[in-house]
């Protein structure tokens, strides 16, 4: 039969014991969370850091191109990496359900130790919380994250100015769609692969070739594309433009999107970045984008303009120009 | 009618933005959070830094004396202050059931604000979920903390050494018998009050006074005191001996133990600490302790053991001595 977790797995005594030794210990096994301290402790630099915390709650956990683990570290370390930090350590808080297969739990370690190797970062404390059945739905994984952003480095959507360039490092909608269409039981569930990656490595090689230039960084995960845009917009107080035909979307992310009455700009990315460049970096900085494996269809889709304050418009393939709003109300629960 | 969270509140949208710029701004309002950037971001010295995560999924949601967002708050500040950290900043990512009431999040918010402010901590980070009807029970919240341990302070259960005293913080079993008295009806639900507070400036205070005398620390939360002498006598191979007739417990809190079969050593605390200290040490601490709020009732309650090794045993009021094991199977759920 197989080993499934037991209510008394979260009550912090033997079984949650073993569990933390025989199973995250073991995935997870490094020398900062070996000690089971109340807290981690390691040794850090004087200087400017990065925190952030996200919970991600994706239906299914398991979907084409990742799960529900890859999905926690890679969101966490690219919300450092968007600050134009380098992420160091992570920490994973569990609420997992009774009855849930040790196993899958075990796959979901497996793909967080993964992710965290890819992205040079150490998951060093964590908790396990395990609630009847009916209390959640299967699994929650909350993942926090610390990082130290390398002196002299700026991003914030403060410094974005007339005349920027807006770049996104490769076609939206693959994540939405991708856990969308396995939720659905899709025809094209099987074709779009989730594009969850860590981006902190591509960056690093951004700022490296153009700090001053990365005035502004975001991952366009839940509300999409346009919602990162309008954050910026009105962050900025200015306007930005971007235009339909530049957008890099799939084929069958387009597809599928039409299918459903969805629209690309407006589902979850998971391994994108949007930046916004000074117009002189930019060339230099897209070309450095492409020579990385996670921006190799990066795109220039947009500028920005001085008004109308606060407002993303789009002009559509067809020569119309529309405003792109806010999300409003709910596009796909539960896709992060 | 009262305002409720909608799943619409979760999708990264209109409602979302209206939901943190209403709600958690307003209650949070500090200038780290205010941008609300994909990562908090501050000035940190170099030193050694302390970094946890809990899950906080108590049920019911408001107990005596608290409620989760108190609880999330206390638990986090605590782990840090364990490890002697002087807690700096905290994350705070919300899983909400749709329909929750709105003006229960303004309260949960204003208490974890309020403990927050009770520790000298501030909340910079955070995170909304929410999840259709039956995928969580009403909400569950994680909290992340970072802190820095002052230079020479290096607290482990390792340093425990045969003749250390063990010193209990206070009345044990008040949280989790609060919780149950809630949860179960009981009439001693009103005469019980969860102990739960911040014990960072306690620690601090234990520090000052005796830095080096302060071998381990720890909070007994889940599995309570018992569980975390086990992890002590486990961690430092060694045997710890206590007295029944020195552990202090409130009478309410024996009655209710008694009544429900349970035994107040496995039940969780969350506003208690343990201190293994050194023999000369001893009586410096239990006095600077008893003149702190969450430290009046301190007592000495036993004594650190060459052996038998990694085993906790207690002699009873009787006279009698019994092992006392880690907690086996799940005595209480949900209580943190």
Do not use: W
Request: aromatic residues 4%.
């Amino acid at each position: 039969m197989e080993r499934r977790i037991l209510l008394a797995h979260g009550s912090g005594g033997k079984l949650t014991h073993s569990l933390i030794k025989d199973l995250f210990l073991k995935e997870l096994k490094n020398p900062i969370l070996e000690p089971l301290g109340d807290s981690a402790t390691f040794e850090i630099d004087r200087g400017r850091m990065a925190f952030t915390t996200d919970s991600y709650v994706v239906d299914p956990i398991f979907f084409p191109g990742g799960d529900i683990g890859r999905l926690a570290v890679c969101g966490t370390v690219n919300d450092l990496a968007m600050s134009g930090a380098r992420p160091l350590y992570l920490s994973a808080s569990f609420v997992i359900e009774e009855g849930f297969l040790e196993s899958d739990l075990r796959s979901i370690l497996h793909s967080m130790i993964q992710a965290a190797d890819e992205a040079g970062a150490k998951i060093v404390c964590g908790d396990t919380k395990v609630v009847g059945r009916g209390s959640v739905d299967k699994i929650f994984i909350t993942t926090s994250g610390v990082g130290l952003i390398p002196e002299g480095v700026d991003i914030t959507p403060l410094k974005i100015e007339v005349g920027d360039q807006v770049i996104v490092s490769g076609c939206i909608g693959d994540h939405g769609m991708a856990v969308l269409g396995m939720r659905a039981g899709f025809e094209f569930s099987s074709e779009i692969i989730s594009d969850v990656a860590p981006l902190n490595h591509l960056v690093a090689k951004m700022l490296a070739e153009a700090k001053d230039g990365v005035h502004a960084l975001r991952d366009p995960t839940r509300g999409g594309l346009a919602t990162t845009l309008n954050e910026f917009a009105q962050a900025s107080s200015l306007g930005i433009k971007i235009y339909e035909d530049k957008i890099p979307v799939q084929d069958e992310v387009r597809g599928a999107c039409e299918l459903l009455g969805l629209d690309p700009l407006y589902v979850a990315n998971e391994g994108k970045l949007v930046a916004v460049t000074s117009k002189n970096s930019t060339q230099v900085l897209l070309t450095c984008m492409r020579k990385n494996t996670h921006g190799q269809k990066a795109e220039i889709i947009g500028e920005v303009t001085s008004g109308p304050r606060g407002i993303v418009s789009i002009t559509t393939r067809i020569g119309g120009t529309r405003i792109v709003d806010m999300l409003t109300g709910e596009q796909l629960p539960r896709i992060c």
